[in-house]
T-cell receptor, first 113, second 114 residues
């Protein structure tokens, strides 16, 4: 069974203080690992897809990396507007060919000015 | 990425009544759409997979007769919560499947059953 564990559950940073969020996963035949941002009362906003170990993707202050067991979302010099819950999800062969995503519980990031 | 809308954004209904939630793809023809439910401070839980022109596939523990899904076109899927009860109060979110296994989500619908 595919599993996703995110840590920490919550993270408080000062503006400009860089850090990383972790997503550990177990999956049979990874087809994709996905990062989303979710603001309170809103649907998840797509950030990145990673398909294979060693892959990296960047968008503004965010950079996502992938190994065979985990993914990191690095946040460089965060701003208060980066405050949100960051969700990690995987899709693997164990889903029987379906496109179902298995989500972690998320990391709630708060960036103080 | 694809743009998804949901209507209504918020709905309050009385116990025992039914409520319909619409999920529209604004710029993408979606063969497959998904319906999720999210309780406070919890992550998204998949309820069902909606395939255009065929019956939805429900996750274990989700009552198909209570949560009716219709995906009649490539741009519209609907979720009807029948005979709603207070325990059905939740945040319902739809998504569509685009290329490369990516899912794009709607803004969500907050359902409150009184």
């Amino acid at each position: 069974e595919d599993q996703v564990t995110q840590s920490p559950e919550a993270l408080r940073l000062q503006e400009g203080e860089s850090s990383s969020l972790n997503c550990s996963y177990t999956v049979s035949g990874l087809r994709g690992l996905f990062w989303y941002r979710q603001d309170p009362g809103k649907g998840p906003e797509f950030l990145f897809t990673l398909y294979s170990a060693g892959e990296e993707k960047e968008k503004e202050r965010l950079k996502a990396t992938l190994t065979k067991k985990e993914s990191f979302l690095h946040i460089t010099a965060p701003k208060p507007e980066d405050s949100a819950t960051y969700l990690c999800a995987v899709n693997g062969d164990a889903q029987g060919g379906s496109e179902k995503l298995v989500f972690g519980k998320g990391t709630k990031l708060t960036v103080n000015p | 990425g694809a743009v998804v809308s949901q209507h209504p954004s918020r709905v309050i209904c009385k116990s025992g009544t039914s409520v319909k939630i619409e999920c529209r793809s604004l710029d993408f023809q979606a063969t497959t759409m998904f319906w999720y439910r999210q309780f406070p401070k919890q992550s998204l839980m998949l309820m069902a997979t909606s395939n255009e022109g065929s019956k939805a596939t429900y996750e274990q523990g989700v009552e198909k007769d209570k949560f009716l899904i219709n995906h009649a076109s490539l741009t519209l899927s609907t979720l009807t919560v029948t005979s709603a009860h207070p325990e059905d109060s939740s945040f319902y979110i739809c998504s569509l499947l685009a290329g490369n296994h990516e899912q794009y989500f709607g803004p969500g619908t907050r359902l409150t059953v009184t």
